[in-house]
């Protein structure tokens, strides 16, 4: 009887101490919730920098114009990102003034193991102005433009850690198929696709339906035959721009020649000059070596202005050292450049367009 008694008292205290620690679980618990539904409030003295960045209400740069001298917007943004906490930053991304999110964004991208992706998909909607000085340039720029520029490494205004996972190729994604989205950054992808058949789609919808130039070039890329005629059409909305040219050069279809044409002779009788379009111009010309295209060549040493006719002879070795031809061999006696010249072709041959 007295060992049933030991035995029934050992029960009940265990089973007592397993209801204390089930409730201390669940207190704590409770408690852990509690304190994580909680509003996060933002401390007084990271109020008052964040009033001082909106009153001044300009997104500086470590360094403006020529001064090593670092201004005071940009001490308010590292003083910023040394006092507050992750949770008070990420509320910051959400406040009123475009800098102060800015800003905000800027110093989570400089912390480690911070998934940012969230904020970032909740602001490419964000087409608000935030006016930007870096160096000698100031510039509007939206703040979705300007939270991609910051989360993807390469740019300049944040950068992640580099064992950082980006996702560079879902915001691609995201940027093309959304069509809510309107950023430059969206428009800049177009000129860097790579011509992959997943975005073909997309790319000739954007092409057809946004009136963006550099969809142009996106389309043409593709080398589809069943596009020309919608792409004349593209270059005729374009004015038979700069990346109407650039879009043939990738795409020399025999039909897009005439236009070629047209635009050199228009260019050679035109007193406005434009430098990035003749560039272009004759590198896409040189896709169509014939004799009609070495008496376009020609034509150049013709040019009674001799500024223009530095420039443009430039232009013309540089298309003839990028898509050299049999039928061009004539031209290079003629193409005596002096020494400078010879170094702008070289440092011009890998130029991005």
């Given amino acids: 009887m007295t060992n049933f008694k030991l035995l029934n008292s050992i029960v009940m205290k265990t089973f ?8 201390a679980g669940l207190l704590v618990e409770a408690q852990g919730s509690s304190v994580q539904n909680e509003p996060v409030i933002i401390r007084p003295k990271v109020m008052k920098l964040v009033r001082e960045i909106a009153k001044e209400n300009i997104l500086n740069g470590a360094y403006i114009d020529l001064s090593k001298k670092r201004n005071k917007q940009f001490k308010r943004y590292k003083r910023l990102n040394k006092i507050s906490t992750n949770a008070e930053l990420v509320i910051l991304t959400d406040n009123e003034n475009p800098v102060v999110r800015s800003y905000a964004f800027w110093a989570l991208s400089n912390r ?12 490419l909607y964000d087409t608000t102005k935030c006016k930007t000085h870096l160096g000698c340039f100031i510039y509007e720029e939206t703040v979705g433009d300007l939270y991609i520029e910051t989360y993807i490494p390469e740019f300049v205004y944040g950068k992640l850690t580099p064992k950082a996972d980006y996702k560079k190729e879902f915001i691609d994604s995201v940027l093309l198929n959304d069509k809510s989205i309107i950023l430059k950054t969206k428009y800049d992808l177009l000129l860097k696709i790579k011509p992959e058949p997943k975005y073909y789609s997309r790319v000739k919808e954007i092409a057809t339906t946004e009136n963006s130039p550099e ?19 593209l270059f ?14 990738e795409f020399p279809d025999t039909r897009f020649y005439p236009i070629l044409v047209r635009a050199f002779v228009d260019g050679l009788a035109n007193k406005d ?10 590198q896409a010309l ?3 070596p014939s004799n009609e295209t070495l008496k376009l060549f020609n034509d150049v040493f013709l040019i009674q202005n001799k500024d223009r006719l530095e420039t443009l002879t430039i232009f013309l070795k540089i298309s003839l050292n990028k898509y050299p031809n049999q039928i061009f061999e004539s031209l290079k006696d003629k193409l005596k450049l002096e020494p400078y010249q ?12």
Avoid: T
């Fill in 215 to 233: 969809s142009i070039l996106a389309l043409a890329r593709y080398q589809n035959p069943d596009d020309v005629e919608i792409l004349k059409e």
């Fill in 342 to 353: 010879i170094s702008q072709v070289s440092e011009q041959m890998n130029f991005e367009e």
């Fill in 112 to 123: 480690p193991k911070l998934d940012l992706l969230p904020i970032l998909q909740k602001h």
């Fill in 286 to 288: 040189a896709k169509y």
């Fill in 236 to 249: 005729k909305k374009n004015n038979f721009g700069y990346y109407s040219i650039y879009a043939i050069r």
């Fill in 16 to 23: 007592c101490l397993i209801l204390i620690c089930l409730f």
């Fill in 273 to 282: 000059f434009d430098y990035q379009k003749w560039r272009i111009l004759f």
